[in-house]
């Protein structure tokens, strides 16, 4: 049985003020709730929108162009109200564009279209209130055609899509500012839409969970129709919410109050160029440039600093050395911090100076890896080098700390030394283990073992 999936990203765009009022948008999950509305965001009767918002139209475009997007240039964009009913939309529709971008394609999934909308409010089913504070803002949304053969090439492009956005600062970043709709079906059977699942992660959940779901009822000949259902995310399943609108039910027309809109040729011309060198050309140069892995140059690739931070590295140590530091140590320290490179205070320098050590045998990988958490959460020391000999880091590599370590190891382990003269390796490890530990794991393990061997003369 053949899956199809298609999928269907909004990304609300970086501006400083809606899209047809002056309302502004920083901050507005945490501002008090409606205090950044006016007449036309909060849809009052006889309020008229102002022209589009350029800033963020012109993040539409850099968006379209770097999906590989044609933008019709001198045919206009039409907003049209797609009427709705439901508390989030004061007026009764949403605002939304003809295309602005056609037949794009990213990470070997072709784009439909690219489109412009207005964000509805907020609605909290629970307690029946709204906050309009969102209502107005732009997004764009990202069209797929129904190439996605698995959740698993879900999770791919939309990996490629963060890390394209990651480089264009065209979209917001804050939680919930990516939704994404998963269209899914089996070749031959109803299609469901899995509304507003609130982050990427969630939509691999999300289909899995679906795909699951569906293939269960075929098999079992249950036929069932197309429907909208809804991503619980705490539970990691799918409601049924409604038989799905069709295009019609939603009445389409062009908003009278808003003028087509036609973007020149100059304009797209300029967002071409103004595209930085992207995440999958990044990727093949930095594995034709520093012979890196494809898969740790992918994972270097989606994030604009990390690849910078890693060239500067590169220049001062091996390639592949500051790959494994960057990939390993580091990523795991940020990641456990939710922190990206961007908004620590580790810089390229420091990364250098701890690899550095590294691979001159000063330190140990582990000591490497505490000092990295110290400097991320504690600061880090003006001359690193000092820091780790004042803190008494520096590797234990031979003399008297590391054979009274052996000896005290020895000697308070007497089983597992019998063990490992009877045969048993395991009860090797567990005694460098235990002079690791003596060291505060700041000894050269090949070391411990070459001295380990000699005193038990074997
Ligand atoms: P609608 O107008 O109902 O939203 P569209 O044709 O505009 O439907 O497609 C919406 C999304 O659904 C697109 O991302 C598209 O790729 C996807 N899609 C279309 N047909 C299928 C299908 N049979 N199975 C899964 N996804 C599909
Ligand atoms: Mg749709
Ligand atoms: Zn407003």
Redesign the pocket.
């Known amino acids: 049985m053949r899956l199809?999936?298609?999928?269907?990203t909004h990304l609300q765009l970086r501006s400083k003020s809606k899209l047809f009022c002056s309302c502004p948008t920083d901050k507005y999950l945490e501002a008090p709730p409606n205090s950044l509305v006016c007449p036309v965001c909060s849809g009052q009767p006889g309020s008229k929108p102002r022209g589009i918002n350029e800033e963020a139209l012109r993040n539409a475009l850099r968006i379209a162009v770097a999906l590989n997007c044609k933008i019709r240039a001198g045919e206009p964009v039409y907003f049209q109200r797609k009427n709705y009913f439901y508390p989030d939309l004061p007026s009764g529709y949403q605002r939304t564009s003809t295309p602005v971008g056609v037949g794009g394609e990213l990470a070997g999934v072709r784009i439909?279209d690219v489109h412009i909308e207005e964000d509805p409010g907020r609605y909290d089913l629970r307690s029946g209130r709204v906050d309009y504070n969102r209502s107005g803002i732009p997004l764009i949304e990202v069209?797929?055609?129904?190439?996605i053969k698995s959740p698993e090439q879900a999770r791919q492009y939309l990996e490629e899509l963060q890390g394209v956005l990651n480089y264009l600062n065209a979209a917001r970043e804050e939680p919930g500012s990516e939704r994404v709709?998963a269209?899914?079906?089996y070749e031959g059977h109803s299609?469901i839409?899995v509304k507003n699942i609130n982050s990427f992660k969630g939509v691999f959940t999300a289909l899995t969970y679906e795909a699951a779901r569906q293939k269960t009822l075929v098999e079992k000949g249950i036929e069932f129709v197309q429907e909208t259902r809804h991503f619980d995310e705490a539970q990691g399943t799918t409601l049924g919410l409604r038989k799905?609108e069709?295009?019609s039910d939603y009445r389409y027309f062009p908003d009278p109050d808003v003028p087509p809109l036609v973007i020149s040729g100059k304009m797209v011309e300029e967002m071409r160029k103004g595209i930085p060198e992207l995440p999958a050309a990044k990727r093949k140069r930095l594995v034709k440039q520093y012979g890196l892995a494809e898969q740790d140059a992918f994972a270097i690739s989606l994030e604009p600093e990390f690849v910078d931070a890693f060239e500067h590295v590169a220049k001062e140590v091996e390639a592949r050395k500051a790959a494994f530091f960057m990939l390993g140590v580091l990523r795991k320290q940020l990641n456990y911090r939710g922190l990206r490179l961007k908004n620590s205070e580790i810089l390229p320098r420091h990364v250098v100076e701890l690899v550095k050590m590294v691979s001159a045998g000063e330190v140990t990988d582990k000591v490497a890896e505490q000092m990295l958490v110290v400097f991320l959460d504690k600061g880090i020391p003006a001359d690193i080098r000092r820091h780790a000999q004042e803190a008494g880091l520096l590797g234990v590599k031979a003399g008297k700390e590391l054979e009274d370590a052996v000896e005290k190891a020895v000697k308070e382990n007497e089983k597992a030394v019998k063990d490992y003269l009877g045969g048993n390796e395991k009860a090797l490890h567990f005694l460098a283990g235990r002079i690791m530990a003596l060291t505060k794991g700041r000894a050269a393990p090949e070391e411990v073992h070459r001295l380990l061997k000699k005193k038990l003369g074997k």
């Open positions: 199809i999936i298609g999928l269907e439909r069209v797929t055609e129904p190439d709709d269209n899914l079906s299609r839409e799905k069709t295009v």
